[in-house]
């Protein structure tokens, strides 16, 4: 018989986590699928869980020197409106599922659950987000590229609660947010690619590239992104498909139920041009 | 809406958007109990043992030593068995039930039982026939000698799932006579009862089926309630209680019946003038381990395989092949999707490889009345096939855009399909076979109860018919009654299937109209019923399949613009412009909504929706694996109907729950032709295809 | 354990499991049927209700969440001036043929309008698009909720 907590309060939550492991849900909007029984039936929970869409102290954004902080409990939908987040991130949470979902799912359960088809993951990584872990021992903060471990595996300890999500203020000009589903909405990525950059004057400062949905955790290159970084815009012009072919090593995608290995490779590339082409071109 | 001022509110619309309408899992009754199915895990095999577990107090298993009757499930052809005994032949094969009042316990039964298999090699390739047809038109071979050249394609198609937005369920009771009585997410009523009256060796009087709110069904649930009813009614009878069985998404996709695979292969004699002196069509048609319906899925698709056009000399032969895979059986099109994809790709294709414009081959064969049809029958009827064309050409700015979307570098495409649909049973299948039935009983205050088999599952029948009714006896529409049908009250009518319900059953509502107003006594209860009587100029042979393979048809044409993009290599499709001779209208607001919904589900079948089967198992679990369009997904839509009255049909009227989605598929490939300058042999057309095409040379 | 919500303008106080899905408890515990269950994982719409005024997945909710919250299913929303102006809407247009999913339609349209009351027919497709539909083609239900947007000017 698993334990179901509803804490009303940060410290509540933090002392259940220290004699409990729990299934941390927020809006369980990826939780009750996986753990889905018969119609009627209480979901397979195999452990505690611990529901904490009520504790206020979890819900808002705001902003300080250290970036906007999206607290963990926040809906997808309250990100999607706020003024204050990056524009990067608004795209890719209104492709997220359905407005449905996106009511009540939390942007932070979607790095949680670390599906390697977590389309916010991606913009998580590309944005240096920065997770706020707390427990009764103290915080911690682990960047959001270390913080996803695997397929469905985070580094999170068993007694923390992920508390917020803080995205740093980056300096950058440009964005891209490509995501290929298997229809216009309400699906789930084949590939996705999202890349910022910063042209001064006839060179590119500096620039990222993350991939999603092509390994089992999002594809980021700092060696690539070093090499690019300084570079004319035609040295990256003439230097495109060397580009796209050092990236097509780390790439990895397999074949599943909704695509093929090929086709994730092949459109990942042809973003990766798409991308240059919009760089090189002088759009922002 | 000015467009709509002549259409009737729907009969079915209030109880349905309040939220009041019932549909079979909102149906319970005192004691009832659910049924879990016990399914193969084997694509083949004999079953050695069941190891059942210990059965708690309340919970039962019932499996085919229960049957009272046949262990067969009535179809067409009747050689798929209620539960499987001593072998299975597909995984999903139902091999007993799990009876009890607690679902959660009846899944654990079910999971904990142990099944041991002898496996066989099953079989999934095109490798054995289990049923064949051919016909020839002229002669081929004489034709061949006067061709200038032989052109040849090959052409496929995928599985389809109907994805009706409710799954299957049936629910077997007792009524208030004590008589077994079974509601359900239905088609057909006097077949489930049928089917139920030998599988569990009842009489006519001792079956009652009645059909309360259907959530869609698209021929997904013309066969399939039948056994899933038999199952129920078997162990409702053993227990005299009622029993439930619903399906859940997953159980729904992974085992129920879909649309046949198909391949093809056409191959023209072409003529010193380019003429088309011939066609030979080979047709293979996958129909999973037992054929069910899967003859007369064939039969359509070998009519329609030459489409609209009127071509001399034809030699073509069909298939059916076993394979240890889940049964297919009817969904919207019942096989003439598959053929009329590939010939309209083929013409297209042939004009291409001639040099000659597509418009010029399909004027000059397109079916004319009085000419002879591939069947060696004739089109009996006016055809406007060429207004419906230059209709929806002017409409598309079609001529414009296909020009302007050949200039290189241009993404977006324009193609256009033209299409015909058999309205009713094959040949003489509704005079001989089905001799369908309607009654209209007026009570002593004159209002008029209207009493057909035909299934409300979305397509508006209640209203429709109604309206012939009372179009015909000249009373408001509010001074007559539609129920959805009950077999103790109606006779049969026939399934709702085969695109029959305006033009045969609506036609019988029409004539019996006819009768009861001569008759009229005001004040008086009056009954009348009429049985369906065929132009007697349709005969048709089944055997050599040779004359009038349906008393009517129905024609349209698809116009489909779309967009591609390189880089991700999907499709987005901006709009459509489609034009329909249906003969007559019954009611302008639902036949825009058959003809828009059907040419989206004609559209996913074309370039989106993807059903994968691997060995013996479907790998698409839900809906967020099978895709079918969203809002976003769906174009906008223009649709327009041109009267062409059909002689048998009421105030004109043909059928057209068909017609709308077997030409979109071709439609939207050839769009996409368009826009990427290379052919498309196979669909769906998705993304991961199309980058295939895109990379190799034609 | 004791949960308590407010359910169609109505106070609910019910012992339940917090796991259990908030769905199961419309339909089994308060027999609201109007509420349909299609997919049990968030990908059809057919079982949305409103959640604070917004549409939210019922499969997917689980009444420990819902503790404080206010919600409507078309049981309750069927009495409103809002309704009726979307019921006639959709009569008008075509926007319902088998039924099952357009309690869900209905809900998403109420919670798109109070949220945007002048969409476009982009923003209402991006908006419903968690709302499948097999038999419309959609466009019915586009015309509806933009016939609403206009026959319901103040009230949304």
Not at chain 2, 202 to 222: C, I, S
Not at chain 2, 317 to 324: A, E, K, L, Q, W
Request: aromatic share 8%; hydrophobic share 40%; with cysteine.
């Amino acid at each position: 018989m698993v334990n179901k907590f509803i804490p009303k309060t940060k410290a509540e939550a933090l002392e259940l986590l220290v004699k409990h492991d729990c299934y941390i849900l927020a809006g369980g909007t990826d939780l009750m699928v996986v753990k889905k029984n018969v119609a009627g039936a209480l979901p397979k929970f195999d452990k505690d869980v611990l529901y904490v869409s009520h504790i206020e102290e979890l819900k808002g954004i705001y902003k300080d020197e250290k970036g906007i902080h999206v607290k963990s409990v926040t809906t997808m939908d309250e990100v999607e409106h706020s003024p204050l987040v990056p524009t990067l991130l608004k795209k890719a949470v209104s492709e997220v599922a359905s407005t449905n979902i996106r009511h009540f799912a939390s942007l932070v359960g979607n790095i949680a659950n670390a599906s390697p088809a977590g389309d916010t993951i991606v913009v998580d990584v590309i944005l240096d987000a920065v997770l706020k872990l707390e427990s009764v021992d103290g915080v911690r903060y682990v960047k959001a590229e270390d913080f996803v471990q695997g397929v469905r595996r985070i580094d999170r300890k068993p007694n923390e609660l992920i508390t917020e999500i803080i995205f740093p203020e980056l300096d950058y000009n440009g964005e891209m947010w490509l995501k290929v589903g298997s229809r216009k909405a309400d699906s789930i990525s084949k590939v996705m690619v999202a890349g910022i950059y910063k042209i001064s004057g006839k060179s590119l400062e500096k620039c990222a590239l993350v991939f999603g949905s092509v390994s089992i955790k999002p594809v980021r290159s700092y060696e690539i992104e070093a090499e690019l970084a300084g570079m004319s815009l035609e040295d990256v012009k003439k230097n495109k498909e060397h580009i796209v072919e050092e990236y097509a090593k780390l790439i990895k995608p397999i074949d599943d139920q909704r695509s093929t290995a090929e086709y994730r490779l092949t459109v990942a590339k042809n973003i990766i041009r798409k991308f240059i082409d919009q760089v090189v071109g002088g759009n922002n | 809406m000015e467009r709509y001022k002549t259409s009737t509110p729907k009969v079915d619309f209030l109880p349905k958007v309040r939220g009041e309408a019932k549909f079979t899992d909102d149906i319970s009754f005192p004691d009832m109990l659910f049924a879990v199915t016990l399914r193969s895990t084997c694509s083949r095999g004999k079953i050695k043992s069941i190891k059942l577990p210990e059965l708690p107090e309340g919970y039962y298993y019932f499996g085919a030593k229960d049957i009272p009757g046949e262990n067969v499930v009535n179809i067409i052809f009747s050689d798929w068995p209620v539960f499987a005994d001593g072998r299975v032949n597909f995984i999903g094969e139902s091999i007993g039930i799990f009876v009890g009042n607690n679902k959660e316990i009846l899944e654990k039964l079910r999971d904990s039982t142990i099944v041991e298999y002898e496996e066989e090699t099953p079989v999934f390739d095109f490798s054995e026939s289990y049923i064949h047809k051919a016909f020839t038109k002229g002669n081929y071979e004489e034709a061949k000698k006067k061709a200038k050249q032989v052109i040849k394609e090959s052409f496929e198609t995928n599985y389809q799932e109907q994805a009706y937005l409710e799954n299957q369920g049936i629910i077997a009771y007792f009524d208030e006579h004590d008589k077994l009585t079974l509601t359900g997410s239905m088609q057909c009523p006097f077949y489930i009862k049928r089917a139920v009256m030998r599988s569990c060796a009842l009489k006519d009087n001792e079956v009652r089926v009645v059909q309360p709110a259907v959530g869609g069904a698209f021929g997904g649930k013309e066969h399939y309630p039948s056994m899933i009813g038999s199952q129920v009614a078997i162990a409702a009878i053993k227990l005299h209680r009622p029993v439930k069985m619903c399906f859940e998404r997953l159980e729904d996709m992974t085992y129920t019946t879909k649309r046949h695979p198909s391949k093809t292969e056409y191959e023209a004699l072409i003529g010193e003038n380019n003429e088309i002196l011939g066609l030979k069509i080979r047709v293979k048609l996958n129909g999973g381990a037992y054929k069910g319906c899967s003859g007369v899925v064939l039969s359509r698709a070998l009519i329609a395989s030459a489409n609209v056009y009127v071509i001399e000399n034809l030699d073509v032969v069909g298939d059916v092949y076993m394979t240890n895979t889940t049964p297919t059986a009817a969904f919207r099109g019942f096989g003439s999707p598959q053929t009329i994809f590939a010939m309209e790709m083929f013409i297209h294709h042939i004009a291409k490889k001639l040099g000659v414009d597509p418009l010029v081959l399909q004027y000059k064969y397109i079916a004319k009345k009085g000419d002879v049809t591939t069947n060696s029958g004739h089109f009996h009827d006016d055809i406007i096939l060429k207004e419906l064309m230059e209709k929806a050409m002017e409409m598309s700015d079609y001529k414009r855009k296909v020009k302007e979307y050949a200039k290189p570098g241009c993404n977006k495409g324009i193609g256009m399909s033209v299409f015909l649909h058999g309205c009713g049973f094959t040949g003489s299948g509704e005079s001989e076979i089905i001799n369908g039935k309607v009654k209209l009983v007026k009570d002593e205050n004159d209002h008029v109860y209207c009493y057909a088999s035909s299934a409300e599952m979305g397509q508006g029948n209640e209203t429709t018919l109604k309206r012939i009714v009372t179009n015909t006896l000249g009373i408001p529409i509010e001074q007559a009654t539609m129920n959805y049908p009950d077999t103790d009250l109606t006779p049969d009518s026939g399934p709702t299937a085969a695109s029959r319900t305006i033009i045969i059953v609506g036609f019988l509502f029409e004539k019996c109209a006819k009768h009861l107003k001569e008759i009229w006594k005001p004040g008086v209860r009056q009954e009348y019923v009429e049985t369906y009587v065929g132009p007697e100029y349709i005969h048709w042979d089944e055997n050599t399949m040779q004359g009038d393979a349906y008393p009517g048809y129905a024609w349209g044409v698809n116009i489909v613009e779309v967009e591609f993009d390189p880089v991700t290599y999907q499709v987005s499709v901006l709009n459509t412009w489609s034009t329909y001779d249906v003969g007559r209208v019954v009611d302008e607001r639902i036949a825009v909504g058959q003809a828009d919904g059907g040419l989206l589900q004609g559209l996913g079948y074309g370039y989106l929706e993807t059903m994968k089967c691997e060995n013996g198992r479907f790998k698409n679990r839900n809906l967020s694996d099978y895709i079918i369009p969203t809002f976003e997904d769906a174009p906008h839509m223009e649709t327009a109907f041109i009267d062409n009255p059909f002689p048998y049909g009421a105030n004109g009227a043909k059928g057209m729950g068909e017609l709308t989605l077997v030409g979109a598929a071709p439609a939207v490939c050839l769009a996409i032709e368009s826009a990427i300058g290379k052919n498309l042999q196979k669909i769906p057309a998705n993304p991961e295809y199309l980058m295939e095409v895109m990379k190799h040379e034609n | 354990m004791k949960i308590s919500f407010k359910m169609n303008g109505k106070p609910v106080s019910l012992d339940l499991d917090p796991s259990m899905r908030f769905i199961d408890v419309v339909r089994d515990v308060l027999h609201l049927n109007a509420t349909k269950e299609g997919c049990g994982e968030g990908s059809c719409g057919a079982c949305v209700v409103l959640m604070d005024g917004k549409s939210v997945n019922s499969c997917l909710l689980p009444v420990a969440n819902a503790i404080g919250h206010e919600f409507v299913t078309l049981e309750g929303l069927r009495e409103t001036k809002e309704f009726d102006v979307l019921q006639r809407a959709f009569a008008a247009t075509g926007g319902q043929q088998c039924g099952f999913c357009t309690p869900g339609m209905i809900i998403a349209a109420y919670s798109l309008l109070k949220e945007n009351a002048h969409p476009s027919d982009e923003e209402i497709r991006a908006k419903m698009s968690g709302n499948l539909c097999r038999c419309t083609g959609y466009q019915a239900i586009v015309e509806a909720v933009k016939l609403a947007s206009k026959e319901g000017e103040g009230l949304w």
